[in-house]
């Protein structure tokens, strides 16, 4: 019988994606994590020694403290946290579970941007539709749950990052950018590894509506539709960006687990 505080690799990757998807935290010791370099898509590095570091960094959030195999480390750290009152959860098999799973994705670590005080720090042209807004998504809900980002005239993109730190996106010349008739969004999937039915169903249509290339998916349209309306409702881009990110939540869901479903009036009228 499961533990009652324990998520299996398959429930766990349910929740990756969505939006109050729980904290991962990865513990694995150093010599683990050095022998596979890779993490969960949205979990962090923290020591297992630093508990009270841990419970600050999470302030409350629901949890899943993953160690290499599932045992003494993460069981330890989950019961700890549940105590002190922390809705805390131990990954069944650890790291090797996951790895091991045929569905599962994982980032490469040497992949990630150094962070800025304490987060990924990313940095693109201002006015987000498609691309600009689809990107900070997949970060935040797959590669770094609190990055930040700025938004700045296009020509102050390339300054902007190398002053702050910060990574530059969706502009011409750097690395995460549109590749021959791929977008930015596309480059992301690649860089860190995030290959999925649902995030490449949802690719697809990103990619056609941002390049304009409306015969690639159907729902292209209505996403470029949604995507300039959204523009015109805000003059704050990070006030655009916190509505937007639920835009492409919807999207997600739609992409995971309802692209084959339909809509017509009356209900039933055959097709």
Known sequence: MAAPNEISVLQLLRLIG??????????CIEPDFVEDPHLIPGSFR??????????????GQRCVIVCQKGIKLSQGVAAWLRADGIRAEYLAGGMVAWRDHAQTMRIPAAALPPFVDGASLWVTRHRPKIDRIACPWLIRRFIDAQARFLFVSPSEVLAVADRFGAVPFDVEGVDFSHQAEMCSFDTLLDVFGLYSDALDRMALVIRAADTNRHDLSPEAAGLLALSVGLSRQFKDDQAQLAQGLMIYDALYRW???GSDEGHDWPAGRAS
Request: negative net charge.
């Open 18 to 27: 969505l939006p109050d998807a729980p904290a991962i935290v990865d513990i």
């Open 46 to 59: 923290h020591a297992h020694t630093d508990i009270t570091g841990l419970k600050a960094r999470l302030a």
């Open 255 to 257: 992409a995971r687990d």
